[in-house]
C-alpha cells in the first residue's frame, strides 16, 4: 500500500476505490476508526465462518463497538467492546459461547493487539 499526503489527509487506492485517512473526520476516516473497524470486521467474519461450520445458519449479523480511549494527548485506544447481535436458525447458547471464544483465538487482527488493547465480547442471539 502506497500512501500519498494531500493536504490534510493521506490516501490510498484501493481496489474498490479510494481511502482517505485524516486526523480530523471532517477530512477522512480517523486513524482510530480504521483500527477499531479492522477488528471488529475481522472478528465479525472469524465468528460466522465458525458458526456456519458448526451449522448454525446467520441470517445477519450485527456489531456494536465501544471504545475507550485514553485521557492523555496520545489518545490511546486502551478497551474495545465488541458486541454481537446474531440473527439466525439453530442458534444453542453454548455453541454461540464457544464459537466467540474461537473467534478472539483467531481472529489475526484480536491477536496484533494482544496486551496492547483490551478486548472484550459479549453477543445476544435474535
Known sequence: MDFIMKGNTFSTELKYGE????????YGFRPF???????????????????EKKRMNIEDLRIKADVIRSESEIKRIEKIHLHFIIKGKNLVEKKVQKAMELTSRNCPMVQSVEGCIEITETFETV
Open 33 to 51: 476508526q480504521l483500527m477499531v473497524s479492522s477488528i471488529a470486521v475481522c472478528s465479525g467474519g472469524i465468528l460466522r465462518k465458525i458458526l
Open 19 to 26: 481511502l482517505t485517512i485524516a486526523h480530523d473526520e471532517a
